[in-house]
């Protein structure tokens, strides 16, 4: 198992995973989950990673413990702040390079984080999962409208409370098969707690829509989107759409679904792996 | 080759980008032709012009080695010239990764070099039976001014792969005939035996790229239209393959505007006499059945690897062609 730890944010404790790496110069690989799962969710990687990155897990609030979170604790801003106060706990005087690993809403995470370089951001990855500047550029896709529905539902309290109250079995089971997780998979042993965070959906609904007519934001940080092509929530990224948000950013696609880095954990980790080494080089050479 | 295995897609890059040739050093373009010996191995049944003499026989064969020598340089340069909205747009929209991309540019990188050797084959060949190159070239196939590269254009745009069929095709063809030449090498021209082993060790080695971007196509489409394409693209292919090759077989009739510049146009032009004595139904059917090399463009289907890629996507043909003979019998 894994040493948790926690940083006190604000008003809340911020609960993570912590694998130290070699030494204190080993620089930081963030893994931001995403929903409903929890930190536990990347434990493939945790294991392959572990030892040469001082590995990071933060859990989402309520998936670990399951507590009551009120609504207004997690917009994307609050939980923004929570990394970053994580962050500096860990890298304080900002010498270690920071590489960030998201997946689903994580990515949401995790490419907000990035567009501000304050924190020795090095490179970030998408796994399935985009930024929500390109979330909303994809307004116009008839496709990611009709793979979107369940955003729609879950503007609805009376939505939320059946999924994460009444009924978060079922529901997390109809997700995992829908997203080709085998019946046997340690995932599908979570419970309520990872659909502690369902609320979020409403804020980035709301943030999505005042987002609709903005200015498209690029991010400057290399990135790398890996992608299970049959998804069935979120188009995989076309080169052009990248292009638009990202200044320098690299597209692998995989058979598999929207959980590829369970279902198909080898190869992620062996393309992670490749990318991570290719940045620290880049690094070392600027 | 897995089209998601990167690490596969870039050693094969590598040692293709290893072993690759140079069109200037690497073939000896200063042995010059050998205009006595022939370019491609006949069947000695001598199936479409039966009481061929020697000399008759030696100029079928270097006017059939020029056909082949033409037809893959200008299918090839015709590709390339395609690249943009076949390979280029495709990538764009199905970005499985980098690897590809960089397989697909050295792919083409060799197509155009492979194009050039074979142009710059032909040019020589013209100097030899005295004309100018654009004299030899009025005669043998060419894809200028055929609505070929537009409608496989068109095809692409409305998510097609016809052209990759072609491609598939050419390239099995180009290794098919490399064996046939192979077998005769001791008598065959040098040069022309050198162009087209180099040509065939290359075609080897990326020949599975049509393979990728079809199964690339094969995956990611979800259009139903795409799907439907999927199922057509080959006829396509096929059927503008079958137009093309016949357009192309009729500009021989230009033969006898050079009749009086070598004896080896004048020896051709005799051959038409030869051919106008048999029944038109029966040489169509020779043509398409039994000729040597000629049956085997025509019938794509045919094609043992792109038999197992039909399969694997589904796609249909033009039915009713019988299978041409395996191999050429008895080759001289």
């Known amino acids: 198992?894994?040493?948790i730890d926690s940083v006190l944010c604000n008003d809340k404790l911020l609960q993570y995973i912590?694998?130290?790496?070699?030494?204190?110069?080993?620089?930081?690989?963030?893994?931001?989950?995403?929903?409903?799962?929890?930190?536990?969710?990347?434990?493939f990687q945790l294991n392959e990673f572990k030892g040469n990155y001082h590995v990071l897990a933060p859990f989402m609030h309520g998936t670990l413990n399951g507590e009551d979170i009120p609504n207004d604790r997690i917009t994307l801003e609050k939980i923004r702040k929570d990394l970053a106060t994580l962050l500096i706990k860990m890298n304080p005087d900002n010498q270690r390079e920071v590489y960030i690993v998201g997946h689903d809403l994580g990515c949401f995470l995790g490419t907000a984080f990035s567009v501000n370089s304050r924190f020795n951001v090095k490179g970030l990855i998408n796994i399935n999962g985009v930024g929500l500047d390109q979330y909303v550029g994809r307004k116009f896709s008839f496709t990611q409208w009709r793979r979107s529905y369940y955003v729609i539902l879950a503007q609805f309290n009376v939505v939320r409370s059946l999924v994460s109250k009444v009924m978060p079995k079922a529901f997390l089971n109809i997700i995992y098969t829908l997203c080709g997780i085998e019946k046997n998979n340690p995932i599908r042993n979570n419970d309520r707690k990872v659909l502690s965070s369902i609320y979020i959906y409403r804020y980035l609904f709301k943030k999505a829509a005042t987002m609709v007519f903005g200015k498209e934001t690029k991010i400057a940080v290399p990135t790398l989107f890996i992608w299970g092509k049959d998804d069935r929530f979120l188009n995989f990224p076309t080169k052009k759409e990248v292009d638009k948000f990202c200044t320098n950013a690299t597209i692998r696609i995989l058979p598999g679904g929207h959980w590829v880095l369970r279902t198909d954990f080898v190869h992620v980790n062996r393309i992670i792996k490749k990318t991570l080494g290719q940045w620290q080089a880049q690094a070392v050479t600027v | 080759m897995s089209l998601y295995n990167e690490a596969k897609l870039q050693r094969d890059l590598e040692i293709q980008k290893l072993k690759g040739w140079d069109l200037d050093k690497d073939i000896n373009w200063s042995q010059g032709i050998d205009i006595t010996k022939p370019?491609?191995?006949?069947?000695?049944?001598?199936?479409?012009?039966?009481?061929?003499?020697?000399e008759q026989r030696l100029v079928i064969s270097q006017m059939m080695g020029l056909i082949?020598?033409?037809?893959?340089?200008?299918?090839?340069?015709?590709?390339?010239?395609?690249?943009?909205?076949?390979?280029?747009?495709?990538?764009?929209?199905?970005?499985?990764?980098?690897?590809?991309?960089?397989?697909?540019?050295?792919?083409?990188?060799?197509?155009?070099?492979?194009?050039?050797?074979f142009k710059r084959y032909i040019e020589m060949f013209a100097k030899e039976v005295n004309v100018e190159p654009a004299q030899l070239e009025s005669i043998l196939p060419s894809s200028k001014g055929s609505s070929l590269k537009h409608i496989y254009k068109y095809n692409s745009m409305a998510g097609g792969m016809a052209v990759w069929w072609l491609i598939a095709a050419v390239e099995e063809e180009s290794v098919l005939f490399y064996e046939y030449i192979r077998n005769s090498k001791q008598?065959?021209?040098?040069?022309?035996?050198?162009?087209?082993k180099l040509h065939f060790e290359e075609e080897i080695r990326h020949k599975s790229y049509a393979n990728l971007m079809l199964q690339l196509n094969n995956d990611f489409a979800r259009a139903p239209f795409g799907k439907i394409l999927q199922k057509l693209d080959f006829i396509l292919a096929e059927v503008l393959n079958i137009s093309w090759t016949f357009n192309q077989l009729f500009k021989v009739k230009k033969l006898r505007q050079l009749a009086e510049h070598h004896e080896f146009f004048r020896i051709l032009a005799g051959l038409e006499d030869m051919l106008k004595g048999q029944n038109s139904l029966s040489v169509l059917n020779t043509l398409f059945t039994t000729a040597p090399y000629i049956s085997n463009t025509l019938n794509l289907s045919e094609h043992k690897n792109l038999k197992e890629m039909m399969k694997r996507y589904g796609a249909l043909s033009v039915p009713g062609f019988s299978a041409p003979t395996q191999g050429l019998p008895c080759i001289r």
């Open chain 1, 1 to 3: 198992m894994y040493s």
């Open chain 1, 18 to 43: 912590d694998i130290p790496g070699k030494n204190d110069e080993s620089p930081l690989l963030v893994f931001l989950h995403g929903f409903p799962d929890n930190a536990y969710g990347w434990e």
């Open chain 2, 39 to 54: 370019l491609l191995p006949l069947d000695t049944n001598a199936i479409l012009f039966p009481n061929a003499s020697e």
């Open chain 2, 68 to 117: 082949v020598a033409s037809t893959i340089s200008e299918l090839e340069e015709m590709a390339n010239r395609l690249k943009g909205p076949t390979w280029e747009k495709v990538l764009n929209k199905f970005p499985v990764n980098p690897e590809m991309y960089e397989l697909g540019e050295h792919f083409y990188e060799d197509e155009v070099k492979h194009s050039i050797a």
């Open chain 2, 187 to 196: 008598t065959v021209d040098p040069l022309y035996n050198q162009v087209h």
